[in-house]
């Protein structure tokens, strides 16, 4: 392996249609593509006015969003925040968390550490009002 990785993200494979959640949600997970060992990084489209299905937390992953276009409502626990471009929050593994796009739609940049395959918890239809 190398000492460096460069990839892409819009070229890493969208893995929204896996799931029946095309075109609302584009979804690339890079950490595979970037030979990542301890950092996940996702990138994520959502049309207009799109909520994830789901909320969730992780057994061990902090995580950091960075909106980068649009505007993203986020449910944390209660609580629902508003982010704009060049927002970035920090959210424990424990908050459970879910996504909502604005009017505009949303871009977004998920960052989280320490990753891995099944550490996320999800919960159907958590953020149902």
Do not use: C
């Not at 508003?82 to 505009?104: F, N, Q, V, Y």
């Not at 990753?115 to 996320?120: E, F, H, L, M, N």
């Amino acid at each position: 392996m190398s000492g460096y990785t460069i990839v892409n993200l819009k070229e890493v494979e969208d893995q929204a249609p896996n799931f029946s959640l095309s075109p609302d949600l584009e979804a690339r997970f890079a950490r595979v593509a970037l030979d990542a060992e301890l950092i996940g990084l996702t990138y994520q489209k959502l049309a207009p006015n799109f909520r994830v299905p789901w909320g969730h937390t992780h057994k061990t992953q902090e995580e950091v969003y960075v909106v980068v276009g649009g505007l993203l409502r986020m449910k944390l626990g209660d609580e629902v925040k508003e982010l704009g471009p060049w927002d970035a929050i920090r959210i424990s593994k424990d908050t459970m968390r879910g996504l909502e796009a604005g009017p505009e739609g949303a871009e977004l940049i998920a960052i989280g550490a320490p990753g891995g395959p099944g550490d996320a918890e999800v919960e159907q239809g958590w953020w149902s009002t």
